[in-house]
């Protein structure tokens, strides 16, 4: 994954824009830095706190604002609480923010909260979730379908194009739920259709994932899979019903649940060198991080970007509300589950 230390963030920007991703333009004056002279203030809401992988991110954010010498206002959490996220954000215009960062969990209600930014000339960089309506500068975020397919492959492949999968899937009000699900609903239509696929909705919580399994199993003894769209709240309560059960057996032998899940955590990771996952998605939490500071920084400073290929493996295109980056997302199994260059053997390090 082509993983750089913070401190190349700016080097890797300015070569960015000399090769035509963006164009630095309207730096503007003083008006808006901090009182000190330094650079501009950012504020961020992290979108939660019940997920291994977005605790990870937030400690990537810790991390960049400190080695990149930021501005950040005093980092918020909204708790998965579009209300929260809202009085947030108008801490952050209280507060003298010229740019701000989010994750938010309901893509579709936080229109207005950004048509009201836009309004005072905030810039947004939104993280993981592409907002569906309302301006945002860049959206920083892996190809989510991609997401899908690739899992829709893993398990169509791992039980040769027949049996059950169940499949655990995100809120269906964020884009990321209906990407996913969208895109692995349509590769198991058109490539495996001999697999049923049994929808759980789970609005991204592992109680809710657990419960349903539970059902799910006894109508379904044969279950022969199962898709995790996210590993930081699935994965714990989805193994600790699979072993009270007597079903967590290892890749390989007789009567083995097949799992891919997406996220990339280290406890996913263990899982797989355990035997007890086959494979996971690495949503690039450290890169998450690195771009998002890097984007609200460059358009709080007045720097535009367009559309086209990155320096950092990546493409931005064009949304019709702004600008998405879209990192690379590698599939985990037990042969790469030891790359160095994998944010999860990494974090905490």
Wanted: glycine residues 10%; proline residues 5%.
């Amino acid at each position: 994954m082509n993983r750089r230390t913070s401190r190349t963030a700016a080097a890797a920007a300015a070569a960015l824009l000399l090769a035509g991703l963006g164009t630095a333009c309207n730096r503007g004056s003083d008006t808006g830095t901090a009182a000190t002279g330094g650079k501009p203030a950012i504020g961020i809401d992290l979108p939660r706190a019940d997920s291994d992988f977005w605790n990870s991110y937030a400690q990537y954010v810790t991390k960049g604002v400190a080695a990149d010498g930021l501005n950040a206002l005093p980092v918020s959490n909204s708790q998965n609480d579009v209300t929260k996220l809202v009085a947030n954000v108008q801490v952050f215009q209280n507060t003298g923010a010229k740019a701000v960062v989010m994750a938010p969990q309901d893509t579709g209600a936080v229109a207005s909260t950004l048509d009201a930014l836009a309004a005072k000339k905030i810039p947004v960089v939104s993280v993981d979730t592409r907002p569906d309506k309302g301006q945002v500068f860049m959206v920083v975020r892996a190809d989510n379908k991609a997401y899908g397919t690739k899992a829709c492959e893993f398990l169509g492949k791992a039980l040769g194009g027949k049996g059950k999968v169940a499949e655990f899937q995100g809120a269906l009000d964020s884009i990321n739920g209906r990407d996913r699900s969208e895109a692995f609903a349509t590769c198991m239509k058109e490539k495996f259709p001999g697999i049923q696929v049994i929808e759980l909705a789970t609005d991204w919580k592992g109680d809710v994932a657990s419960a349903k399994l539970q059902s799910t199993l006894a109508a379904n003894s044969d279950l022969g899979g199962i898709y995790m769209q996210a590993g930081g709240v699935f994965l714990q309560p989805t193994l600790a019903l699979l072993q009270q059960k007597g079903l967590l057996k290892p890749v390989g032998e007789p009567g083995h649940i097949a799992i891919i899940s997406n996220d990339g955590i280290p406890q996913e990771f263990d899982a797989i060198r355990k035997g007890q996952i086959d494979a996971t998605v690495s949503q690039p939490a450290d890169l998450y991080a690195k771009y998002a500071l890097y984007y609200a920084n460059a358009a709080a400073e007045g720097k535009t970007f367009k559309a086209g290929p990155t320096d950092h493996d990546s493409t931005v295109i064009e949304l019709p509300n702004g600008l998405e980056d879209q990192l690379p997302a590698p599939l985990v199994t037990k042969d790469n589950v030891d790359d160095k260059s994998l944010w999860g053997n990494n974090i905490g390090k």
